[in-house]
């Protein structure tokens, strides 16, 4: 069963940074590329970055410019560097396959939370 664990979020003033981490086992990545999720308190939880094996990215307007997603196949990891965070981006983050379909089942994600 492939396992996701996340790691990497705090407590941070808005226009600051963070970098999450995703360790994933199996071969997910070449096979269905990785995204990263998030979900507020009372929000559905949704896709803000997607990246393929091939290195097709893609973001969520909210985020765009802003975030940078990267991977790393050989190391089972991705990544997720969040530059200029704003308050509106507190959330659960999620790693899971960017597939619109195929997703393995959720780890416990790692809280941002951004605040003066």
């Known amino acids: 069963q492939v396992q996701l664990v996340e790691s990497g979020g705090g407590l941070v003033q808005p226009g600051g940074s963070l970098r999450l981490s995703c360790a994933f086992s199996?071969?997910?990545?070449?096979?269905?590329?990785m995204g990263w999720y998030r979900q507020a308190p009372g929000k559905q939880r949704e896709l803000v970055a997607s990246?393929?094996?091939?290195?097709?990215?893609d973001y969520s307007d909210p985020v765009k410019g802003r975030f940078t997603i990267s991977g790393d196949p050989a190391k089972n990891s991705v990544y997720l560097q969040m530059n200029n965070l704003k308050p509106e981006d507190t959330a659960i983050y999620y790693c899971n396959t960017g597939h619109p379909i195929f997703r393995v089942v959720w780890g416990q994600g790692t809280q941002v939370t951004v605040s003066s």
């Open positions: 990246i393929t094996i091939g290195g097709t990215i």
């Open positions: 199996g071969s997910i990545f070449s096979r269905y590329g």
